[in-house]
């Protein structure tokens, strides 16, 4: 079924200034060179092949986001030229819409890195399916994680509809339909929380584009869970 949703698209989205900055990190990559007056700017000319080393590179960059090391990297002026002649990013994140849970600064990552897919309860329509297809068949990212996320309000509203009766107005109504089968009556918020990366998953597994690269080895699905305290936990 097709929902009607707002479909959240951005290639990119970093909040400077929400990014802590620090001088005493090292370089994880390649190329790392100062480029700006302020030294705690970092570019770095990425080539990341393969789903393996672009999760690595999520990891580390949660690592250092959740020790309060991340790095001001790819927002130079160098990187928008790099990026002026088109796109190479290494990730699709599927995730929620929610303020707390941005990919871009919970993977500290920069321009070009993450192909950011967004909806609230991190569910895919139509619109995000064709996203994502566009990330992996055209962009050539090799990697989708879908993340969703400690205390989710849209899971807690089909959590609370499903087992207490809780309505819902408007278009939200669509959301929680959709995460509605996730929901167990004898399970907790979390356990539906899971569910749900799961069954989004599992539906972007089967989008036929999408699965024609994953049966040939080119993409690989992974799933997330982001805690609240910062730490991403991949399955
Ligand atoms: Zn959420």
Do not use: W
Not at 44 to 50: C, F, S, T
Not at 56 to 85: C, H, P, Y
Not at 174 to 180: A, F, P, Q, S
Not at 187 to 204: F, Q, S, W, Y
């Amino acid at each position: 079924m097709k929902l009607k949703l707002l479909t959240l698209v951005t290639v990119v989205g970093l909040s400077l200034n929400l990014v802590a900055c620090s001088n005493d990190v090292t370089a994880s990559n390649t190329n790392e060179q100062n480029t700006s007056k302020n030294s705690s700017y970092k570019t770095e000319n990425l080539e990341i092949k393969g789903a393996d080393k672009a999760l690595q590179r999520l990891k580390d960059g949660n690592d250092r986001f959740v020790n309060d090391k991340s790095e001001l990297i790819n927002v130079t002026k160098e990187r928008r030229d790099q990026l002026k002649d088109g796109q190479n990013p290494y990730a699709v994140v599927v995730s929620c819409s929610d303020s707390r849970v941005t990919p871009n600064i919970v993977f500290n990552a920069g321009l070009g890195e993450i192909f950011d897919i967004r909806l609230a309860g991190n569910v895919v329509d139509d619109d995000a399916l064709g996203s994502i297809e566009y990330g992996v068949a055209h962009a050539n990212a090799p990697l989708i994680v879908v993340m969703g996320h400690e205390s989710c309000g849209a899971v807690t509203a089909a959590y609370n509809k499903y087992t207490k009766g809780t309505e819902v107005e408007g278009n939200i109504e669509e959301i929680v339909e959709e995460i509605e089968p996730s929901i167990g009556k004898d399970k907790t918020l979390d356990d539906a929380i899971r569910t749900n990366v799961t069954n989004v998953a599992n539906e972007i597994k089967n989008d036929p584009i999408t699965k024609k690269l994953i049966d040939s080895g080119k993409v690989k699905v992974v799933e997330a869970y982001y805690s609240l305290d910062g730490k991403v936990q991949f399955k």
